[in-house]
């Protein structure tokens, strides 16, 4: 065997050796944000397999509660979305049908029945609308739908209301007096601040949470936990709250009460048990507000679309991060490396790129090397998505696509200060995610049909 032959052989050794490694799946997913895991919820439910692979941490860690989908004050979202998608054609929103992105959320909103949609209660044709929450500094927020235990009956107040603004004495991130001033800026009505001691009710409740020494303070994470295993027992907490609230209000009369208002630290699991529980025992409505700080609500988020997956059998794995792809005939083979520096290997005919915006990794870091690693493949780079959200490229179809924030990075006319500016958050993920599942769905179907004959 001559030099070229030995080298052949031993290329081909490596390759078979290489294949015998590989695993095989529908569609692979890069990224596992909310982008990433509704994509693969989507085909999950039409019956396509998936693998999700996140290397840790992203913008979705970070959310803050409301399905934002345009910054819009108006009456007509619709219309509205539709005159931006004229003006910026660049946006992952210009490859969208208003039938479609009106379809992706109902979808979202039933099955996702712990969140409020305004186009339920703010107009009778279910139409995706704006309404208005309230954040955690008193001020008000546009939004399609938030989860239903954040207050947004504004119209409900009057010059007779009283709302206690229930802070926690241990949890130094509820700045209830200006979320009072904001309101009584904004609204009629008393807004009175009540500061309750969790660790009277810890002790009340033989309760063992050792709370920080140097600081006095307890995390949010840490309360909200305490509160998820009492869920179904609030009498405590709503009969210290009756008495904090005699001894420090006795000018106010308790029947006055219209409204309770809490830090969004009430339970990860079980927030509307706990909230439905302390309504009933305080006799008043209790809500909470949009978090502004890191945050319980991407938690609970995360944790109700992990049950869902579960329930699909669909695999996350993390931490693992893309560092490598390349062509095998019509599939594609991805190569993940986890913490350690081991390599997994993955084939699938279908990629799903989810890797958001802000937190990329291996080879999305670097805009110079993805371009080049795209055009060895022949992929084109940037600017390169067609309105299926698919990779342009020399092959006919790609079966290459992106959803959620990622769609920024591969435009030269987009940022990620749009996406603040624009306040599309959580509708882009939702409405890429739902057309992109549509397209793998049909030529999925399509293939398996042709095999069949
Ligand atoms: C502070 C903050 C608060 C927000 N609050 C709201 C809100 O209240 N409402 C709203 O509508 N929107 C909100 N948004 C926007 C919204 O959270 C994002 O638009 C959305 O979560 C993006 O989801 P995504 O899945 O596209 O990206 P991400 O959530 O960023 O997910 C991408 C994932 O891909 C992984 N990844 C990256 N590179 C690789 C790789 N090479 N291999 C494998 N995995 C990789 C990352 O680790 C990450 O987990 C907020 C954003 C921020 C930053």
Same mark, same amino acid.
């Given at each position: 065997?001559?030099?070229?032959?030995?080298?052949?052989?031993?290329?081909?050794?490596?390759?078979?050796?290489?294949?015998?490694?590989?695993?095989?799946?529908?569609?692979?997913?890069?990224?596992?944000?909310?982008?990433?895991?509704?994509?693969?919820?989507?085909?999950?439910?039409?019956?396509?397999?998936?693998?999700?692979?996140?290397?840790?941490?992203?913008?979705?860690?970070?959310?803050?509660?409301?399905?934002?989908?345009?910054?819009?004050?108006?009456?007509?979202?619709?219309?509205?979305?539709?005159?931006?998608?004229?003006?910026?054609?660049?946006?992952?929103?210009?490859?969208?049908?208003?039938?479609?992105?009106?379809?992706?959320?109902?979808?979202?909103?039933?099955?996702?029945?712990?969140?409020?949609?305004?186009?339920?209660?703010?107009?009778?044709?279910?139409?995706?609308?704006?309404?208005?929450?309230?954040?955690?500094?008193?001020?008000?927020?546009?939004?399609?739908?938030?989860?239903?235990?954040?207050?947004?009956?504004?119209?409900?107040?009057?010059?007779?209301?009283?709302?206690?603004?229930?802070?926690?004495?241990?949890?130094?991130?509820?700045?209830?007096?200006?979320?009072?001033?904001?309101?009584? &800026?904004?609204? =009629?009505?008393? @807004?009175?601040? *009540? /500061?309750?001691? !969790?660790?009277?009710?810890?002790?009340? +409740?033989?309760?063992?949470?050792?709370?920080?020494?140097?600081?006095?303070?307890?995390?949010?994470?840490?309360?909200?936990?305490?509160?998820?295993?009492?869920?179904?027992?609030?009498?405590?907490?709503?009969?210290?709250?009756?008495?904090?609230?005699?001894?420090?209000?006795?000018?106010?009369?308790?029947?006055?009460?219209?409204?309770?208002?809490?830090?969004?630290?009430?339970?990860? &699991?079980?927030? =509307?048990?706990? @909230?439905?529980? *302390? /309504?009933?025992? !305080?006799?008043?409505?209790?809500?909470? +507000?949009?978090?502004?700080?890191?945050?319980?609500?991407?938690?609970?988020?995360?944790?109700?679309?992990?049950?869902?997956?579960?329930?699909?059998?669909?695999?996350?794995?993390?931490?693992?991060?893309?560092?490598?792809?390349?062509?095998?005939?019509?599939?594609?083979?991805?190569?993940?490396?986890?913490?350690?520096?081991?390599?997994?290997?993955?084939?699938?005919?279908?990629?799903?790129?989810?890797?958001?915006?802000? @937190?990329?990794?291996?080879?999305?870091?670097?805009?110079?090397?993805?371009?080049?690693?795209?055009?060895?493949?022949?992929?084109?780079?940037?600017?390169?998505?067609?309105?299926?959200?698919?990779?342009?490229?020399?092959?006919?179809?790609?079966?290459?696509?992106?959803?959620?924030?990622?769609?920024?990075?591969?435009?030269?006319?987009?940022?990620?200060?749009?996406?603040?500016?624009?306040?599309?958050?959580?509708?882009?993920?939702?409405?890429?995610?739902?057309?992109?599942?549509?397209?793998?769905?049909?030529?999925?179907?399509?293939?398996?049909?042709?095999?069949?004959?």
């Amino acid at each position: 065997m001559n030099k070229e032959e030995s080298k052949n052989e031993l290329a081909n050794n490596k390759k078979s050796l290489d294949k015998s490694f590989e695993k095989s799946i529908d569609v692979i997913i890069i990224g596992g944000g909310f982008a990433g895991m509704n994509t693969a919820r989507l085909l999950a439910q039409r019956g396509i397999s998936s693998v999700i692979y996140d290397a840790g941490y992203g913008a979705s860690n970070l959310w803050l509660g409301t399905v934002d989908v345009l910054n819009y004050p108006g009456d007509n979202l619709l219309l509205e979305l539709a005159k931006f998608q004229v003006s910026i054609p660049a946006h992952p929103y210009a490859h969208l049908s208003m039938d479609n992105l009106q379809a992706s959320l109902d979808e979202f909103y039933e099955k996702f029945s712990s969140f409020a949609s305004f186009a339920s209660f703010n107009n009778n044709s279910n139409e995706i609308c704006n309404g208005h929450v309230l954040t955690s500094l008193g001020n008000t927020k546009l939004t399609t739908g938030v989860w239903n235990t954040i207050f947004r009956e504004f119209n409900s107040l009057n010059d007779q209301s009283l709302c206690v603004l229930v802070e926690f004495i241990e949890f130094s991130h509820s700045p209830m007096h200006l979320v009072a001033k904001g309101l009584e &800026e904004k609204f =009629p009505g008393t @807004f009175l601040v *009540l /500061s309750i001691s !969790l660790q009277k009710l810890f002790k009340q +409740m033989n309760a063992d949470i050792p709370v920080n020494t140097d600081s006095g303070t307890l995390s949010a994470k840490t309360i909200a936990s305490f509160f998820d295993s009492k869920a179904i027992h609030m009498s405590p907490l709503a009969s210290l709250i009756k008495s904090t609230f005699t001894s420090k209000y006795p000018e106010f009369s308790w029947k006055n009460i219209s409204l309770f208002l809490f830090p969004p630290i009430l339970g990860i &699991e079980n927030s =509307p048990t706990i @909230f439905t529980h *302390l /309504s009933s025992h !305080l006799g008043v409505e209790c809500y909470e +507000m949009v978090s502004l700080s890191p945050s319980i609500m991407a938690e609970r988020f995360i944790r109700q679309f992990h049950r869902k997956l579960q329930v699909f059998s669909v695999p996350i794995n993390k931490p693992f991060t893309l560092v490598d792809f390349i062509r095998d005939g019509t599939d594609w083979i991805c190569s993940f490396q986890d913490n350690k520096g081991n390599i997994e290997k993955m084939k699938a005919t279908y990629i799903v790129i989810a890797v958001g915006s802000l @937190f990329t990794q291996g080879i999305f870091t670097e805009p110079y090397e993805l371009g080049n690693k795209f055009h060895q493949l022949g992929l084109d780079f940037p600017d390169s998505i067609n309105s299926n959200y698919e990779i342009a490229s020399t092959e006919k179809e790609s079966n290459i696509f992106v959803v959620g924030a990622a769609n920024y990075i591969f435009s030269t006319d987009l940022s990620e200060e749009d996406e603040v500016r624009d306040g599309t958050g959580l509708g882009v993920a939702i409405a890429t995610s739902y057309k992109v599942a549509e397209i793998i769905h049909s030529r999925y179907s399509k293939k398996s049909k042709n095999y069949g004959n």
